[in-house]
């Protein structure tokens, strides 16, 4: 229980520093944060996938993995999805 009550008391404390850290973005940084962002929503893909294949893993475990695999790649097309509509605002016509 105690290891229960660290972990949120981190996730809580990361979501708010996420959240201070992001509204004081100016705009003109949000491509290259999304890029960021799409590197790791990559590797979290990567870990969510080994998580769900592994015969050792609970299913429990797989299920929020497969949750992680879904919410990490609607990420990662979004992201690609908004970069590629930025950089075609450059193109000359």
Excluded: Q, W
């Amino acid at each position: 229980m105690e290891i229960f009550v660290t972990a949120m008391t981190i996730f809580v404390l990361a979501v708010f520093v996420g959240f201070e850290i992001i509204t004081k973005v100016p705009p003109t940084l949000h491509t290259p944060l999304m890029s960021g962002s799409n590197a790791i929503s990559g590797i979290t893909i990567v870990g969510a996938l080994v998580l769900a294949g592994s015969m050792d893993s609970s299913p429990l475990a797989k299920i929020i993995a497969a949750i992680a695999v879904m919410f990490a790649t609607i990420n990662v097309v979004g992201g690609f999805l908004v970069t590629h509509r930025m950089l075609a605002m450059f193109k000359k016509k």
